[in-house]
Nanobody, 120 residues
């Protein structure tokens, strides 16, 4: 099992940058795929970016070219570098860890979320 704690959210002006961090505790971090999701008020939670245990990345269409996900397995941490932020990026950002097993299939773990607010 893994526990996730996000940090780095806050208020930033349009065009600015933020870096989110997600620290994981528990064993086997390097075997988990990791991701960032976000949820704006009244909206469904959506995938922002993900990175597999092998480092393969995937991005939501709305953030491609602006956001970068990375991981440091020596620090049990995943990062989300966010540049050229827009007001529509305002949301609660959640860290996600997932792993597949033959018996359970995909199992997901979530952090508590961190608020990102982009002012126009």
């Amino acid at each position: 099992q893994v526990q996730l704690v996000e940090s780095g959210g806050g208020l930033v002006q349009s065009g600015g940058s933020l870096r989110l961090s997600c620290a994981a505790s528990g064993s086997g971090f390097s075997t988990y795929g990791m991701g960032w999701y976000r949820q704006a008020p009244g909206e469904q939670r959506e995938l922002v970016a993900s990175i597999t245990s092998r480092g393969i990345t995937n991005y939501g269409d709305s953030v491609k070219g602006r956001f970068t996900i990375s991981r440091d397995n020596t620090k049990n941490t995943v990062y989300l570098e966010m540049n050229s932020l827009k007001p529509e990026d305002t949301a609660v950002y959640y860290c996600n860890a997932y792993r597949y097993s033959f018996i359970e299939g995909r199992r997901d773990y979530w952090g508590q979320g961190t608020q990102v607010t982009v002012s126009s």
